[in-house]
């Protein structure tokens, strides 16, 4: 598609219609079904929560599409969102507790934010009975471009591999709990495994104000709870790779578990 276009194509490729003018990009999604692809030319588009199954939406790169949003709330199972830049004002890409996420995909995706106020970069919310355990996540080239409070937040991801990750910069000093980690594993209410962290980068993320005990915050913090209100029922995590992973300018690298927690 050229700048401004918009292109749908069904389950088999073929091309169904193009979308040049007033919302282009919503309009593709409205007629969309299952299965399609949206490819999205360069430009600043908008568009509604994504809840198709197997949808793709396809920018032409971080550098040529964006996607502005106060905060993207996906409810689908096998989505795919790649190839392009999300301009958010609140957390950008967030899997609310009711919402699906088997099989998710975000790929060559920046998340930044205009305003300065992006605050999570990328999220998955558990509760007690998890609608899905977000098995087979998989997010590789994606930056998270100075978030104020996180930059990747997983409280389910099971065979989930997380690669060539960028948080650069996570910069909340506040007197606050939970931590503000780079990236943060923090699963609940299920059982999960295989997670794989890998050829990633986090830098920049900021000390908070518990002087004078010791900071709570960190490149990457990584748990399975099982503790007060998330005893029951508990969470587990086996198998872990973290490979190749990078720490620059941060209070700390690496933690296992939750702090001041038994």
Same mark, same amino acid.
Request: aromatic share 6%; no cysteine.
């Given at each position: 598609?050229?700048?401004?276009?918009?292109?749908?194509?069904?389950?088999?490729?073929?091309?169904?219609?193009?979308?040049?003018?007033?919302?282009?990009?919503?309009?593709?999604?409205?007629?969309?079904?299952?299965?399609?692809?949206?490819?999205?030319?360069?430009?600043?588009?908008?568009?509604?929560?994504?809840?198709?199954?197997?949808?793709?939406?396809?920018?032409?790169?971080?550098?040529?599409?964006?996607?502005?949003?106060?905060?993207?709330?996906?409810?689908?199972?096998?989505?795919?969102?790649?190839?392009?830049?999300?301009? =958010?004002?609140?957390?950008?890409?967030?899997? @609310?507790?009711?919402?699906? $996420? /088997? #099989? %998710?995909? !975000? +790929? *060559?995706?920046?998340?930044?934010?205009?305003?300065?106020?992006?605050?999570? =970069?990328?999220?998955?919310?558990?509760?007690? @009975?998890?609608?899905?355990? $977000? /098995? #087979? %996540?998989? !997010? +590789? *080239?994606?930056?998270?471009?100075?978030?104020?409070?996180?930059?990747?937040?997983?409280?389910?991801?099971?065979?989930?591999?997380?690669?060539?990750?960028?948080? /650069? #910069?996570?910069?909340?000093?506040?007197?606050?709990?939970?931590?503000?980690?780079?990236?943060?594993?923090?699963?609940?209410?299920?059982?999960?495994?295989?997670?794989?962290?890998?050829?990633?980068?986090?830098?920049?993320?900021?000390?908070?104000?518990?002087?004078?005990?010791?900071?709570?915050?960190?490149?990457?913090?990584?748990?399975?709870?099982?503790?007060?209100?998330?005893?029951?029922?508990?969470?587990?995590?086996?198998?872990?790779?973290?490979?190749?992973?990078?720490?620059?300018?941060?209070?700390?690298?690496?933690?296992?578990?939750?702090?001041?927690?038994?």
């Amino acid at each position: 598609p050229g700048s401004g276009e918009v292109v749908l194509l069904n389950e088999t490729g073929d091309q169904v219609d193009t979308y040049d003018s007033g919302s282009p990009l919503e309009d593709a999604y409205n007629k969309a079904e299952e299965d399609y692809t949206i490819l999205v030319g360069s430009g600043t588009f908008s568009i509604p929560d994504p809840e198709k199954n197997g949808l793709t939406i396809e920018g032409a790169g971080m550098n040529e599409t964006t996607l502005e949003t106060n905060q993207m709330n996906p409810d689908a199972t096998n989505l795919t969102i790649s190839d392009l830049e999300i301009d =958010a004002s609140g957390a950008a890409i967030l899997v @609310e507790s009711d919402a699906a $996420a /088997d #099989g %998710l995909r !975000i +790929e *060559n995706v920046r998340v930044t934010s205009s305003s300065g106020t992006t605050t999570i =970069a990328f999220q998955t919310v558990a509760k007690e @009975e998890n609608v899905d355990r $977000a /098995d #087979g %996540l998989h !997010i +590789e *080239n994606f930056v998270a471009d100075n978030p104020s409070v996180k930059g990747l937040y997983l409280e389910r991801a099971t065979n989930a591999t997380l690669s060539d990750i960028t948080v /650069d #910069g996570v910069q909340y000093t506040g007197d606050e709990t939970p931590p503000s980690n780079g990236i943060d594993i923090n699963l609940k209410y299920d059982n999960y495994e295989n997670l794989t962290i890998e050829d990633t980068v986090v830098r920049g993320v900021e000390a908070d104000d518990f002087d004078p005990d010791p900071t709570w915050n960190a490149a990457m913090a990584i748990k399975a709870r099982d503790d007060g209100s998330y005893s029951s029922p508990a969470a587990t995590l086996t198998d872990v790779i973290i490979d190749n992973v990078t720490v620059e300018e941060s209070v700390a690298g690496l933690r296992f578990g939750e702090p001041g927690v038994d």
